[in-house]
């Protein structure tokens, strides 16, 4: 089985190697660089979840592989407060894609005025934690929940979500024939 994700972000590829090959031991997986098509910094569930779709979907082109991972990470303003939400996606050959989302959190309103003003989270955590490339470590999520969750842990929920609705499709279909 060839298993394709749409970006080289070391949380993002960790958490869909660690939950593929759990599932599918033989998998082969490759990690491409592809584009968005929504703002580098999404600023809605709806536009971070098109997103993880439109990665997988370009995924899908560029590689023809049997699954397509798209994953993305945004922010969301409710009520004044701003959370971190992350989409994930993946397409299939036959042109279905499955959409999941996982955790959200609350970000500190010191975050979240940068975030008002066009600025984007990783650069933002970047300084705020004097470290580099945090979105391909821990992230936002393993700053502010003290460690006990990292950025490719949260993805290998969503990860794990997107590959139980592919084995349920397939169970489903090798049922009906």
Same mark, same amino acid.
């Given at each position: 089985m060839k298993i +394709? &994700?749409?970006? %080289? /972000?070391?949380?993002?590829? !960790?958490? =869909?190697? +660690? &939950? $593929?090959l759990h599932y599918f031991p033989n998998a082969e997986i490759e990690s491409i660089? $592809? +584009?968005?098509? $929504?703002? =580098?910094?999404?600023?809605? /569930?709806?536009?971070?979840?098109q997103g993880a779709i439109n990665r997988a979907r370009n995924t899908l082109v560029k590689t /023809?592989?049997?699954? /397509?991972?798209g994953l993305e990470g945004g922010v969301d303003e409710i009520d004044g407060t701003?959370?971190?939400c992350n989409w994930g996606a993946v397409a299939l050959k036959d042109g279905t894609v499955i959409?999941?989302? !996982?955790a959200q959190f609350a970000l500190p309103e010191v975050i979240a005025q940068q975030l008002r003003v066009g600025m984007e989270l990783g650069p933002i955590m970047d300084v705020y934690t004097n470290t580099e490339n945090i979105r391909h470590h821990q992230?936002?999520? !393993?700053?502010f929940t003290? !460690?006990?969750?990292?950025? %490719?842990?949260?993805f290998e929920h969503i990860v794990k979500l997107l $590959?139980?609705?592919?084995?349920? %499709?397939? %169970?489903?279909?090798?049922?009906?024939h």
């Open positions: +394709a &994700i749409g970006t %080289k /972000n070391k949380a993002k590829v !960790g958490a =869909v190697e +660690a &939950i $593929v660089e $592809v +584009a968005s098509d $929504v703002s =580098v910094q999404p600023f809605s /569930n709806e536009e971070t979840r /023809n592989a049997d699954l /397509n991972f701003m959370y971190c959409s999941s989302s !996982g992230g936002a999520i !393993g700053i003290d !460690g006990l969750i990292d950025r %490719k842990e949260m $590959v139980g609705q592919v084995m349920f %499709k397939l %169970k489903k279909e090798q049922n009906s």
